[in-house]
């Protein structure tokens, strides 16, 4: 234990937490904090179970650190404190029960027992004491350590996966973070729920916030193959396929195209069928500029690999590339479009701009109209052909094809 409590106190924002819980109810440590610091990994987050009124709780660290206490949710007896550099989620003790599979459940103030026996793997119901003679004590009624040492990820009961749906996808990202895997019961029982269709008892956005952890991962594709193993995949969607080797292609791309890497895994997820997978990507609740960048990437990633096969020149390359996500590019490649024009694009064409505007027209007397809007294409083409270069070169260009077209 006393190991256990120095590595506690030496966790970031534990030297300035740990004095300010004095006189407040028991706290403890939970959730990942605890598995990486049983693990000897990083933890950045700071999960406290409170066994009593958290949000109380919260409002005095607050006032004591001299900061605020945000995101109160009486329902769930949740708070955020943030002083300074840390930032520490609370939330008091509970028991919980689902009043029908998929739905939020209903919670009460109940001890750290019970609090620790509603959650959703062993590997995650464990607590480390913060408050006095306590601090450093693993609590583990479930047997989580022995689990996290031999790579298993357990459910405490039988309806686990119908409770709580949203767990089978958390199940696989354990599996991929943590090099893990089911145990027997455990399997099945996701099998079993996946083959029911619990999953289509969750929202939208509660998927969404799980999958796109998934896609996060450094080891996404494993946990995509894992996903299709499971029927997962079909069990989200049936027109759902995960394909581990593009995901993995995809991942590559976003590293060499600067494309958000979950987003690029998503697109390519949907590109097998992404007409028929637009109202699921609609029902994920995407932000608008994700979601736009996700269906653009997994109608046109796969098209570019035909489009870019063919010799073009470098305007060619722009107009067809400029205006394409970064996420459209990665699936590209991933789909075996050569990266060439691609690169090119990227390092030497995307950010090539005409020196001129077309108030430089109207002043030097062309009407106002469409005649500029053509100019200025036609001249920003033959510069990215090297056909003009330089202020004075493309002014007399673009006034030529302005006055030509006006004229015409």
Known sequence: MTDLAERVRALPGLDVLLPALEGLPPAYLVGGAVRDLLRGADSVDLDVAIEG???GAARA?????????????????????????????????????????????????????????RRDFTINAMALGL??????????PHGGSDDLDAGVVRILHHRSF????????????????????????????????????ALATVSGPRIRDELMDLLREQEAPTGLARLGDLGLDRALDPALAADPELAAAAALGSAETGAE???????????KAPDELEPWVERLGLGRSDRERVLAAARQGPELVRALGAELPPSAAHALLRCEPPETL?????????????????????????????????????????????????????KLDGEVSGREEELALALEIARREAAG
């Open 261 to 271: 890497r979950d987003l690029a895994a998503l697109a390519a997820l949907v590109s």
């Open 330 to 382: 990665a699936l590209a490649l991933a789909y075996g479009a050569p990266p060439e024009p691609i690169h090119r694009f990227l390092a030497d064409l995307r950010d090539v701009r005409l020196e001129v505007t077309g108030d430089d027209l109207v002043e030097a007397g062309v009407e106002p109209g469409p005649a500029i809007g053509r100019a200025l294409e036609e001249t920003l083409r033959r």
């Open 162 to 197: 119908l409770d709580d749906p949203t767990r089978l996808l958390r199940a696989v990202r354990y599996e991929t973070r943590l090099d893990a895997r089911m145990d027997d019961e455990t399997e099945a029982r996701a099998r079993e729920a996946a083959q029911e269709g």
């Open 131 to 140: 408050s006095g003679d306590d601090l450093g004590r693993l609590h583990d």
């Open 61 to 117: 660290l607050a006032e004591r650190l001299g900061g605020e206490a945000a995101k109160e949710h009486d329902r769930f007896g949740t708070a955020t404190v943030r002083a300074g550099e840390l930032a520490a989620d609370l939330a008091t003790t509970r028991r919980e029960r689902y009043e029908h599979p998929g739905a939020l459940p209903l919670v009460e103030p109940a001890p750290l027992a019970d609090d620790l026996a």
């Open 53 to 55: 009124d958290a949000i």
